[in-house]
C-alpha cells in the first residue's frame, strides 16, 4: 500500500502517486478532494491512481519529468551562455564568445522541450484514459468517477505551485492553464462522456426539474447554483453529496461500536458506513501522546515497544535494563505504556498498521536490526 498524503493548502480537487516501484510508491490527494468528493467519489480518484501504480506508470512519469528537466537545463545554460559577461550596461557592447554555443544548445534545449511536451501529452492522454476506464472497472460505479470529474469542472483542479508544470501529467486532472495541444489530460466532458455517457444528461434534467421546484426566494437562497466554464450551472445542494470526511464523523453512537463486535465473517467483502465509523471512532480513541509518537520512525518503534510491554506486564526494571544505554528510550517507552494500559485492547492491530508506513522509511538495515531487537524484548518475560 503506498504511503498517504494530503497537500492541505491545495484547496482545489486533484490527486497523484509518485515512485519508481510499487514499494516506495506515495499518493498524494489535495485538501479540496477530501473536502468536496463523496466517500465514492474519493474511492473513484484512488482506483484511478492506484490504476497508474499497477500499470507501471508511476515510472514512466518519473522518467518524463526527469527528461524534461533535463531539456529545460540544457536550454537555461544556452541562454546563460549567450549573454554578455559584462552585463546590459550601454558602455560594454561586447558580445560573449560562446555566444554560438548558447545558441546551439539553447535551440537544442527549447526545440526538445517542445517536442517532449507535445509526445508528454500525447502519451499522458492514452493513460488517463487507461487509468479512468480501469477505475470503472475497480469501483464498478461510474457515476462516482464522472461525479468526481464534474465536481473538478466547479471547483478546479489547477496547482498553486511552481512544479505544477513539470508534474502536470502525473496528475489526476490538469493542473494549470494550458493550450489543447499540450494538455496533459483530455478535456473533462470527453472523459465524462467515454465512462457514463449519460451522465451529463442526468445531470441537466435534475437541475431543470430543480429549478422548476424553487418557488419561494428562501429556497432560493438555499440552493446554490455554482457556474463553471466547463458545464452548465449546477445546484449544489442537489448534486454535491456530503464529502467523505463529513460521512465519516457525523454519527457516533452505539451502533458503531456494536459494530466493531460483529463477526469478522459477516462484514468480509463488504465496506458499510458504520465500518467506516468505527475506523474514525478507534482513530480518534488513540491517545495524543500515542498518535504524536506514531508520525515518525523513531516513534513507531518505541509505540510496539510499549505494546509489547503492555500486553506482557513488563516490570520497570525490564525495561530499564533492556534500554540500559537509552535513558530517552526508558522514559518514552514507560510513558506510552502507561497510556495503552488505560487503552481498549482493539486499538493494539490500529496501533501496528498505522506504524507499519512509518517503518518502510527505515533502511533495510535499520528494519532488521529493529525486529531482533524487537523479538528479543518480546522473549524477556519467557
Not at 418557488?215 to 442537489?238: A, D, I, R, T
Not at 538495515?365 to 524477556?380: P, S, T
Request: aromatic fraction near 10%; charged fraction near 15%.
Amino acid at each position: 500500500m503506498p504511503r498517504l498524503y494530503v497537500l492541505s493548502q491545495e484547496k482545489t480537487i486533484n490527486a497523484f502517486v509518485a515512485g519508481y516501484h510499487v514499494q516506495d510508491s506515495v499518493l498524494v490527494v489535495t485538501q479540496g478532494a477530501v473536502q468536496y468528493l463523496s466517500r465514492d467519489e474519493l474511492q473513484a480518484v484512488v482506483g484511478h491512481e492506484y490504476s497508474h501504480i499497477l500499470n507501471g506508470d508511476m515510472r514512466l512519469n518519473t522518467y518524463m519529468v526527469s527528461l524534461l528537466a533535463g531539456l529545460s537545463a540544457v536550454g537555461q545554460m544556452g541562454d546563460f551562455l549567450m549573454r554578455s559577461p559584462t552585463g546590459n550596461h550601454p558602455k560594454h557592447k561586447s558580445v560573449t564568445p560562446f555566444w554560438p554555443l548558447g545558441l546551439g544548445l539553447w535551440l537544442v534545449g527549447y526545440i526538445g522541450l517542445v517536442l517532449g511536451r507535445l509526445i508528454k501529452a500525447a502519451v499522458s492522454r492514452q493513460r488517463e484514459n487507461l487509468a479512468d476506464a480501469s477505475s470503472v472497472q475497480f469501483t464498478r460505479n461510474p457515476d462516482a468517477l464522472a461525479g468526481a470529474l464534474y465536481k473538478i469542472g466547479q471547483f478546479g483542479s489547477f496547482l498553486d505551485s511552481w512544479h505544477a508544470e513539470q508534474m502536470s501529467h502525473m496528475c489526476f486532472a490538469n493542473s494549470l492553464v494550458m493550450s489543447e495541444w499540450f494538455a496533459s489530460h483530455p478535456p473533462l466532458e470527453q472523459r465524462i462522456n467515454a465512462i457514463s455517457p449519460s451522465f451529463l444528461t442526468r445531470i441537466k434534467y435534475q437541475t431543470r426539474d430543480t429549478h422548476k421546484e424553487v418557488q419561494s426566494p428562501s429556497s432560493q437562497s438555499s440552493s446554490l447554483v455554482v457556474n463553471s466554464p466547463h458545464f452548465s450551472s449546477l445546484s449544489s445542494s442537489q448534486i454535491f453529496s456530503k464529502s467523505a470526511v463529513e460521512q465519516t464523523t457525523e454519527y457516533i453512537n452505539d451502533e458503531v461500536v456494536f459494530n466493531l463486535d460483529m463477526p469478522l465473517s459477516d462484514t468480509v467483502g463488504e465496506l458499510r458506513w458504520t465500518d467506516l465509523l468505527s475506523a474514525q471512532y478507534l482513530y480518534r480513541s488513540l491517545s495524543v501522546e500515542v498518535s504524536r509518537a506514531l508520525q515518525t520512525s523513531a516513534g513507531a518503534k518505541t509505540v510496539l515497544f510499549a505494546l509489547l510491554a503492555n500486553e506482557q506486564q513488563a516490570s520497570e526494571q525490564i525495561i530499564r535494563d533492556f534500554f540500559a544505554q537509552q535513558a530517552s528510550m526508558v522514559r518514552w517507552v514507560m510513558q506510552l505504556q502507561k497510556h495503552l494500559a488505560s487503552s481498549d485492547n482493539r486499538l493494539a492491530l490500529p496501533m501496528v498498521e498505522l506504524a507499519i508506513p512509518r517503518l518502510q522509511q527505515l533502511t533495510t538495515d535499520e528494519q532488521q536490526q529493529f525486529l531482533v531487537e524487537l523479538r528479543r524484548f518480546a522473549w524477556l518475560n519467557h
